[in-house]
């Protein structure tokens, strides 16, 4: 599964741990959503060491079968989570959080691994007698990056936060490659006590199809798309539990609600030829795309010559559902962004898959509060601390097909004040006449 990408809300227009130690971060089910890879890595390889230990030991007492099928990441986990953890380790891991994932150019001041280990040499020499005292020194250690994203969340904030769910039933998926050549859903993050996990389903299970179909090769963001909709409704899920283990049906009720982000209308005035489909997306959640799809068919099948997409004051959400909002307009194979960070996972270039859905003129209208995933821009995971603390790390970063950064800078128009919607027309039938000719 991977988890969510997010763009964090901004003021003004712009878009794992080391293996040695001891304790390990652990990502959890938020909605920030399907771009974070690196934590989500992190945790698989975290988890996948704990289990080989246990594995390890249980072989030296009896004989090995030929194929032995593991199943004890989820207690495992619970385990190393129950573990009491000091002050110091606590400031310890989240300086290793940093250590293996922050993005050095995205704070304002001058990060090295040289200078990181300092810090923490100079942080650890006294000890820390008070938990209070550790979320300070995390606080200040955090904000000596100069990254405002990059940020320290205490237990309750922290749980305020993982409260949020993308699918209603409390789970985040992750694409996993199979062996043929395509990939599967794999659980990666579960609410405790929320729906899914009330039904049965655990982290490492996988998820097969939802209301009766197939999820095999699917997005994760299509898959959750699909488990997303109106509170206390039911949606019909099928798993398959570990590598090794059964087939499970499974009825779930949501408990949370998306509401639709996009509202349009047709203007069409007396005497004129063309009608212009207007269009405005406030945020973007789970059914972002799928209802931009809806109005921009039913805008067309109404006579809309041109669109205006109005992105005035959305402040993002989710990224990938901008991301799948900007290949409704592309062509196929044009890039829709690049992803650039430290991590290998994290690096990536998104293409359209396929056509525009309308070829039509399009005009877009922003403002200084259009931002983070409404523009693209940096990418956080977030890490959850072995004391039910977290910090929210910037791993990564979105550039334009150009590979230019816009963090901090934003786009400039093309026009720099707002034209009525006749302007428009005019504006949006000179481009069709330039296309035509």
Not at 128 to 149: E, F
Request: glycine share 8%.
């Amino acid at each position: 599964m991977r988890p969510l990408s997010y763009a964090p809300p901004a003021p003004q227009s712009r878009a794992s741990p080391s293996p040695g130690r001891g304790l390990r971060t652990q990502p959890c089910a938020l909605p920030f959503p399907d771009a974070l890879r690196a934590a989500a890595a992190a945790a698989a390889v975290s988890l996948s060491l704990l289990a080989g230990d246990a594995a390890c030991a249980a072989v030296a007492a009896a004989p090995q079968p030929p194929e032995m099928c593991r199943d004890g990441g989820a207690a495992m986990e619970e385990e190393v989570r129950a573990e009491a953890v000091t002050n110091e380790q606590l400031v310890e891991e989240a300086w290793e959080v940093v250590n293996e994932s922050f993005l050095p150019d995205a704070g304002s001041r001058p990060w090295s691994p040289e200078m990181w280990m300092q810090r923490k040499q100079d942080i650890l020499q006294g000890t820390i007698k008070s938990r209070s005292k550790a979320h300070d020194i995390i606080r200040k250690m955090l904000a000596s990056l100069g990254d405002p994203y990059t940020r320290f969340l205490s237990p309750s904030e922290f749980s305020k936060m993982s409260k949020y769910d993308m699918t209603g039933i409390g789970l985040n998926l992750r694409e996993i490659p199979d062996d043929i050549g395509s990939f599967k859903l794999m659980v990666l993050g579960l609410l405790l006590d929320g729906p899914a996990y009330s039904a049965g389903v655990r982290q490492g299970d996988e998820l097969l199809s939802v209301n009766g179909i197939d999820v095999r090769g699917k997005s994760a963001f299509d898959a959750s798309s699909m488990l997303q909709g109106p509170k206390e409704t039911f949606v019909t899920i099928k798993v398959k539990h570990s590598d090794c283990g059964p087939v499970e049906s499974m009825k779930v009720q949501r408990q949370l609600v998306a509401r639709t982000p996009v509202f349009y209308r047709l203007e069409k005035r007396e005497n004129e030829d063309s009608s212009v489909g207007y269009i405005h997306i406030k945020e973007f959640n789970a059914v972002a795309k799928k209802d931009l799809v809806s109005a921009l068919k039913r805008l067309q099948n109404s006579g809309a010559s041109y669109f205006v997409l109005d992105l005035r004051d959305n402040l993002g959400g989710l990224v990938q559902a901008g991301i799948e909002t900007a290949k409704l307009f592309l062509n196929k194979g044009d890039t829709v962004i690049y992803t650039a960070g430290r991590d290998r996972q994290v690096q990536n270039t998104i293409v359209a898959e396929s056509g525009p859905l309308v070829a039509t003129p399009l005009m877009l209208l922003v403002n200084n509060r259009t931002a983070s995933a409404s523009e693209i821009g940096l990418i956080q995971s977030v890490f959850e601390l072995h004391d039910g603390s977290g910090i929210v790390v910037t791993v990564g970063k979105y550039v334009t097909p150009n590979h230019k950064d816009i963090n901090g800078n934003g786009i400039e128009p093309d026009y720099n004040r707002l034209p009525d919607l006749k302007e428009a027309r005019d504006y949006l039938s000179r481009c069709q006449s330039k296309e035509l000719s």
